[in-house]
């Protein structure tokens, strides 16, 4: 394929995402196939000659389509949102073209720069403490880490690293496989599975810190067990808060648990994957106070803040904190530029050496929304969350399992966990709209999500009265 | 932005794309910036209200593409390829725009299954054993990996959990400290930097396997360590192979060290990330011949394969190796087809949770090129590595430091290292061609890596021109 049939084929692809984003609710938001659907749709083998492009094209509705659950139709309330904004897919074309690998300053110092300066754009947004700004003389700083378990991961193995370095420097005779023995992290019964995935990977203890009614951690009962586990002779050092929990969107009591955190000398993570884009809102920023006292604090803006996969946000305190841990500088990448302490070579950073240039996706939406933009945008999205709680608390065989904060509506049918179960399984069958469970104290309950860009409130609307006419099949049936 | 701007702006970025490679070799490939050049062109602050499209565009040639290393140059000989190919940015912007996120079957099952049948296809393009296929009974399969360094770390951890579990087994008094402590993980002296780092990460020794007058490790040295090892009660159980080193593509002996391996119940992992792509041409597959000893294997269509980055190909002879390591299963997870053996969820395979739908790029361009085109792609790229071979070797102030397999040259002036400093210094500085060193025996070597997919015999003429030049002027200089 050449330029000129590029410049074609470009233009048709541009049209076909345009058409598919506009007319997406047109389409079943779940698919309607079987594990195991799309072999039998292909052939087993790769083409020994060019396939015909129209061909291609032409599959991608027999063959994609078909086995697509519609993350960006307005009837898709799972999961937590995944951005997705025409500012952010023109600036990946661009980021695709370019094909930098930007592991080093020197292999492409714009990958590298723009990343530092929109990291501290973001985080002046957030109203970050200026420790987290790089700025031109800082020591600490952000990084575009790909996902949420990847920047708790670096945050685990940076703060073992540091409490290895400290408890080796007061114990020498200590080896490094007995200090880690006795490290203990922790965080929250409510926090996502890839927060205890990190502590397996990094080969320490976990411990689980148990909620309070509203499913987020205080700083009473985090004393208690950091007393006990030190009578034990174990090592707390590590806790990973959440602002916003999968489940529930709890918040974590930082402000109480941060001073705890900084006077046993234990590193504090805070993971706000999902929340952390609303903290731009001012009327929002509070649920942040407490980050003052965190040593790292990341957040999703593929999630909430329209630019698309994968763009997670990570800002550390000290930033030598994070790559002293694992630094390696063979002659192939090393570059005049390296020791001006000027510059940032980010594939310190993180677990990839390979990046792409994601700032751009950054740059462009920040300033195609404007902050006011994005502002509007999250409290659209609030304000739908709020009108389907009205809706669930409006209707008295229903329940609200948890506060409503921002985009999340925890809520259940009064009664057994199996009447809830079956009344989920009737909506994923009906393929209307698509919702995801949780677990909360115990109890069954459906979540459901203002994700898509184009979720209005007659989506709300007809989203509720699909649910509650599902309900009513189901309470008809002769075992209720 | 809504649909109709999109379709608007998203043609004059095809555009701009199509430009920006078709006439890339108008612009000096590596860029004239200092570090910290790009904060005084743009904005402290992220503008409030929404900026002008157009002023975005202007500042991608005023602000970005300055400070860009062009690294689809074809005077780009630095590193490794970044495959980059119009198939490839096409699917990307369908990737985009479908914006699912695929951590497991339920969140988009094409997105799971597309991936399986993708690696299918590239494992029996690189004629793998069988073990590998996933196909629909098979225990093993692939995975799109970010980039090697997670694919190694993902065994690494794998391995780790596998040798702990068979300690405790047969000792099931000792704890995991204990054994994690007595763990030794081997390597190449030669192995990329982030293979020392996965062990770092992991929390295993490593040791360095030297190499022979080529580069490779061989069965005789590797043996003897592990007896040394044994018999100080040391515990190996992972080795990592390379084919195809970051420093001059030596390629490690496998058909000797696999049997060792697969004797000694170690892990044997295989990183191929940039040579791998070679195995699809039948003159190169015996490079590739062992195999079948190895637990997992790697390598990066995105460096050789014309699919953008990311895109790492991983496969494991046992899924459930990898995936029991660190399985987690949170009920907003959970989905009806999760028992039915036929199908996977991703999440489990690697460190990141979220995962973007990348095997359309790999559907794209094995389509649209065919096997062929992909062999005919290759072989060119390996031609022009061997004429430049030819033109150093013609000229005796020069010499070839290691065996031109591939893509890669690695050479010298005969002298000094610091005169081949100098050398490069210059190269670097003109930015007419881009290189980058590696050390070889304690000797500063020039590595000329054939990159860019338009990069032909012309160009190759010109850089060794360039080469030769700066060369004779240095030469010419009084000290030399």
Redesign the interface.
Known sequence: ???????R???E??????????NIEQRPVY?D???????SL?P????????N?DD?IKD?ER??????????SPYFFA?FP?????????A???C??????GFS???????T??ET?ML???G??LNLPEHFIAG?HGHGGGVIQ?????AT?MSL?AA?CKAVRRAQASNPEK????I??KLVAYTSEQA???V??AS????VMMKKVPTDNNYAVGGGMFKKMLEEDKADGLIPFYFCATLGT??SCAFDHITELGPICNKENMWMHIDAAYAGSAFICPEFRPLLNGVEFADSFNFNP?KWLLI???CSAMWVKKRQDLIG??K??????KH??QE?G??TDYRHWG????R?FRS?KM??V????????LQAYIRKQVGLAKEFESLVRADKRFEICAEVIMGLVCFRLKGSNKLNELLLKRI?KSREIHL????LSGR?VL?FAICALTTDSRHVQEAWRHITQLTFEILQEPNH
């Open positions: 394929m050449d330029a000129e049939e590029f410049r084929r470009g233009r692809m541009v049209d076909y995402v345009a058409n598919y984003l506009e698919p196939v079987e594990p195991g659907y799309l072999r292909i087993t083998e790769a083409p020994l000659e060019p396939d492009y291609i991608v063959v994609i389509m078909p086995g697509v659950t519609h993350w960006h999961y995944a951005a997705n904004s025409y500012p952010a897919l023109l990946d074309m661009l695709g073209a370019i094909g930098c690998i300053w020197a292999s492409s110092p714009v990958c720069e723009l300066v501290d754009w973001l002046k947004m031109t790909s996902t949420a378990s990847e991961l193995l073992r080896s490094e496989a007995e880690v023995s996502h599975c890839s205890e995935r397996l990977i990094g080969g999968t489940a593929h698309n996969f994968d841990a694992f390696m500088e063979p002659l192939y990448l005049e530029n001006s000027m510059i677990i990839p050496l390979g792409r751009l740059w462009f920040f300033r195609i929304y404007g902050i006011q933009g994923t995801v469970p949780c677990q069954f979540r």
